[in-house]
């Protein structure tokens, strides 16, 4: 299984921008970021296989996903930062079924890292 190791996190006031990065430890072909606030389920962010990108519901158009696949590194780039957006957010690898932003088709997960956004 493949080992996943995110970092970027952090504290920035609401307009502000972040980027988060995910060291995979080989080759995965779709990668993807979730979060999760207190009390919530864990939410998909955004997916990118092989180049293509994909996003939920909540960054639209404020957070970019890419993938370094020759470094095995994924990025999100987060602009526009609210108070909302105030998470443990969490790189997933080894997708099972194509639901790239369902929780329950990866297979590999990072151990989270914090972005808080004040407002």
């Known amino acids: 299984q493949v080992q996943l190791v995110e970092s970027g996190g952090g504290s920035v006031q609401a307009g502000g921008s972040l980027r988060l990065a995910c060291q995979a430890s080989g080759y995965t072909r779709c990668m993807s970021w979730f979060r999760q606030a207190p009390g919530n389920e864990r939410e998909g962010v955004a997916a990118i296989c092989s180049g293509s990108p994909y996003y939920g519901a909540s960054p639209k158009g404020r957070f970019t996903i890419s993938q370094d696949s020759a470094k095995n590194i994924m990025y999100l780039q987060m602009n526009r930062l609210k108070p909302e957006d105030t998470a443990i957010y969490y790189c997933?690898?080894?997708?099972?079924?194509?639901?790239?932003?369902?929780?329950?088709?990866?297979?590999?997960w990072g151990q989270g890292t914090q972005v808080t956004v004040s407002s």
């Open positions: 997933a690898a080894e997708n099972t079924d194509g639901s790239l932003l369902s929780p329950k088709t990866w297979n590999a």
